[in-house]
């Protein structure tokens, strides 16, 4: 079957950094997509990956193994609005491409 | 450019009653996917319409129902509502279809209260 597990909430200090893990098990995996979530706002997208290893933009990087099945998405330099959620979601293209989501990963940024 | 909007925003019906919800994709964009977003669970992707043709669909009942208008307006509705069908609709529009590497731009989403 297909499964996404990410943490339900995480805490991390401003100026920190923190790492968002994500779990897949999808037989017909075709990408994994992180998606930033504010309260009562529409998720917006982060970054995609395909193939095995690091993408970095800015702050933000996030790393797959497909092997693994494994995901993270990486936040340094941590900013108070980087509180939100964090969604990760997998293509599966037995499903014709339908993408899985992850419950999401609430992040809450103390000071 | 504009972004995806979504009509209503909020929409407070009883059990029973049915719905139509209104997407507008960003000018250009062909595919429209609809998700539910309810606590704890995630998105749960309902159905994507690309070029008027319903191309997708996920597990839900078939009193959800979509359509894809010829200017890519796509409408969502559902019948017979269920106080289980509370959630927030989202809509989101990509330039191409699922199978394409395009990442997808969501509306604000309508917020649907079943009474």
């Known amino acids: 079957g297909q499964n996404i597990d990410q943490p339900t909430e995480m805490t991390a200090t401003e100026g920190a950094i923190v790492q968002i893990n994500c779990t897949y098990q999808?037989?017909?995996?075709?990408?994994l997509f992180w998606y930033q979530q504010h309260a009562g706002e529409a998720p917006t997208f982060l970054s995609y990956n395909v193939l095995d290893g690091l993408e970095e933009k800015g702050r933000f990087s996030s790393f797959l193994s497909r092997s693994k099945g494994y995901s993270y998405l990486l936040l340094k330099e941590l900013q108070m609005k980087d509180s939100a959620s964090y969604l990760c979601?997998?293509?599966?293209?037995?499903?014709?491409?339908?993408?899985?989501w992850g419950a999401g990963t609430k992040l809450i940024i103390k000071p | 450019k504009a972004g995806v909007t979504q009509t209503p925003r909020y929409l407070i019906k009883t059990r029973g009653q049915q719905v139509t919800l209104s997407c507008s994709p960003i000018?250009?964009?062909?595919?429209v996917s609809w998700y539910q977003q309810t606590p704890g669970q995630g998105l749960q992707f309902l159905f994507e319409y690309f070029s008027e043709t319903q191309r997708n669909k996920g597990n839900f009942p078939g009193r959800f129902s979509g359509r894809q208008f010829s200017n890519s307006r796509s409408e969502m509705n559902v019948s017979t509502l269920e106080l289980g069908d509370s959630a927030l609709y989202l809509c989101?529009?990509?330039?191409?279809?699922?199978?394409?590497?395009?990442?997808?731009?969501f509306g604000p989403g309508t917020r649907l209260t079943v009474l």
């Open positions: 989101a529009s990509s330039s191409e279809g699922l199978d394409s590497y395009n990442e997808q731009f």
């Open positions: 999808t037989s017909g995996f075709n990408g």
């Open positions: 979601a997998v293509r599966d293209q037995y499903s014709n491409y339908q993408l899985i």
């Open positions: 000018s250009g964009h062909r595919s």
